[in-house]
């Protein structure tokens, strides 16, 4: 167990953003984070958190995870003073922070995702890890699994057992992107590679991945930082707050960043 201290970071605002679905909460202010093939324990009291790991794996791990190294107040103070709205879901927001999660597992969550609302999101991501139970050694012991590549799949029960999952036809999608991984091992290694126009491209050539998908796992997963998902809310947003005209944040270099800041505080203040 070890002991840190953080500005502009707060759990409950990042496990309500949209971002990541295998956050188990445990109790107030108080996660279990799988990730990476590995899971923490991670509690927060104000600025103060505890995490279940040493110093080593926080290195390692988390502290990327966590996008520690990027200045959140830096990216707030640059806001243009005139955009209220941005403002205030920034000040709203404050807590939120960019997760560089696990390429893969972003890749199938946002499969999964797809016209789905979260809390169905979810339960379909566990009814995948669960059936297939990849479970890397630093899980071994407990109830959790990672998300699954082809081999896992086709040991336990094969393309037939992916449609009783409850993801409908998003089945199909997770199939052939498994297909693909298996045939092009460094896949991901290779995506981490591209721009985030590239990325774009390439993403969306799968089928299955459209721009909001490819989107998601560009800002979620690959961590470009100018990335904007536009889902419904977004489209509130820009239609109810900005008149109907796209915000010229929306293209910032920063956009992903804001455009968590605005769909928190937009989905929290419906």
């Given at each position: 167990m070890i002991k840190k201290e953080f500005d502009y970071f707060d759990l409950e605002q990042i496990a309500e953003s949209g971002q990541c679905f295998r956050w188990k909460k445990l109790d107030d202010h108080k996660y279990r984070i799988p990730a990476f093939d590995n899971y923490l324990d991670i509690a927060q009291t104000g600025n103060n958190f505890e995490l279940s790991c040493t110093e080593e794996e926080f290195g390692q791990i988390w502290y990327n995870y966590f996008d520690i190294g990027t200045d959140y107040e830096g990216l707030i103070n640059r806001i243009d003073n005139s955009d209220k709205f941005l403002k205030d879901a920034a000040d709203y927001g404050k807590g939120i922070r960019i997760l560089n999660q696990d390429t893969w597992e972003t890749i199938i969550s946002f499969i999964i995702s797809q016209?789905?609302?979260?809390?169905?999101?979810?339960?379909?991501?566990?009814?995948?890890?669960?059936?297939?139970?990849?479970?890397?050694?630093?899980?071994?012991?407990?109830?959790?699994?990672?998300?699954?590549?082809?081999?896992?799949?086709?040991?336990?029960?094969?393309?037939?057992?992916?449609?009783?999952?409850?993801?409908?036809?998003?089945?199909?999608?997770?199939?052939?992107?498994?297909?693909?991984?298996?045939?092009?091992?460094?896949?991901?290694?290779?995506?981490?590679?591209?721009?985030?126009?590239?990325?774009?491209?390439?993403?969306?050539?799968?089928?299955?991945?459209?721009?909001?998908?490819?989107?998601?796992?560009?800002?979620?997963?690959?961590?470009?930082?100018?990335?904007?998902?536009?889902?419904?809310?977004?489209?509130?947003?820009i239609d109810e707050e900005y008149d109907g005209i796209m915000p010229a944040w929306m293209t910032d270099k920063y956009a992903g960043v804001y455009q968590q800041y605005t769909f928190f505080y937009k989905r929290e203040k419906k």
């Open positions: 016209n789905n609302n979260i809390p169905r999101i979810k339960k379909g991501i566990e009814a995948v890890c669960s059936r297939y139970m990849r479970q890397p050694a630093a899980l071994a012991g407990t109830d959790i699994y990672m998300i699954p590549y082809l081999e896992d799949i086709e040991k336990n029960g094969g393309r037939e057992s992916l449609s009783g999952l409850g993801i409908g036809y998003r089945d199909e999608y997770i199939w052939g992107i498994c297909n693909f991984q298996n045939q092009n091992p460094k896949f991901t290694e290779e995506l981490k590679k591209l721009d985030y126009e590239s990325s774009m491209k390439y993403l969306m050539d799968f089928k299955g991945i459209g721009k909001k998908v490819a989107n998601c796992v560009c800002l979620f997963g690959l961590h470009h930082l100018d990335a904007c998902p536009i889902d419904v809310w977004m489209k509130k947003v």
